[in-house]
C-alpha cells in the first residue's frame, strides 16, 4: 500500500508521448490518472475486478513509463521545475485515491490491485536502481 501511494504520488508530480517539458509531464500524467480513475469507477464487484486486471495492470505500466521518462528528462534538463502544488495534481490524485479506497473495500480487492501493480513496482525499481547505480 506504501509504495502504491508514494507510485502514484510520484506519478501525479509529474506527468507521455514524448513530452519535452515538466510540465507535459505533468498533464500527461493527470490524464492517465483521470483515466484510471473512469476505470475504476466501471468496477463494483470482485468479478468485474478481476476481469478488469489487465486494463489495470496496463494503467499501472503507463504510469511506470512515465515516471521513467521523467527521471532521464530531469537527468537530461536539471533545474527545469513544475509547481509540485499545482491543484489540479492534487484533484486527479485525490479522484483516484477515493476510488482505488473503495476498490480496496471489495473483497479481496486490496489484494488484487497489489497483485496488479507488483510487475510495474518490480520495473520501476529496477529502473531506479540502475539510475542510482550510474551515480
Not at 483521470?34 to 470482485?46: G, M, N, S, V
Not at 475486478?49 to 489487465?54: E, R
Not at 489495470?56 to 521523467?70: A, N, S
Request: aromatic letters at 10%; hydrophobic letters at 40%; one cysteine or more.
Amino acid at each position: 500500500m506504501k509504495k502504491g501511494i508514494f507510485f502514484l504520488g510520484l506519478w501525479l508530480l509529474t506527468a507521455a508521448c514524448a513530452p519535452t517539458s515538466i510540465e507535459e509531464y505533468r498533464k500527461e500524467g493527470e490524464a492517465i490518472c483521470y483515466q484510471f480513475t473512469e476505470d475504476l469507477k466501471k468496477i463494483h464487484a470482485r468479478e468485474e475486478l478481476v476481469k478488469a486486471i489487465p486494463n489495470i495492470k496496463h494503467r499501472y505500466e503507463e504510469i511506470v513509463d512515465l515516471l521513467i521518462g521523467v527521471k532521464e528528462f530531469e537527468k537530461e534538463h536539471f533545474g527545469e521545475a513544475s509547481d509540485p502544488w499545482n491543484t489540479a495534481n492534487f484533484l486527479a490524485s485525490e479522484m483516484l485515491m477515493v476510488e482505488m479506497k473503495r476498490i480496496y473495500l471489495i473483497e479481496g480487492g486490496r489484494e488484487i490491485m497489489e497483485r496488479a501493480q507488483r510487475e510495474a513496482l518490480f520495473r520501476l525499481d529496477a529502473a531506479l536502481r540502475k539510475e542510482s547505480i550510474r551515480h
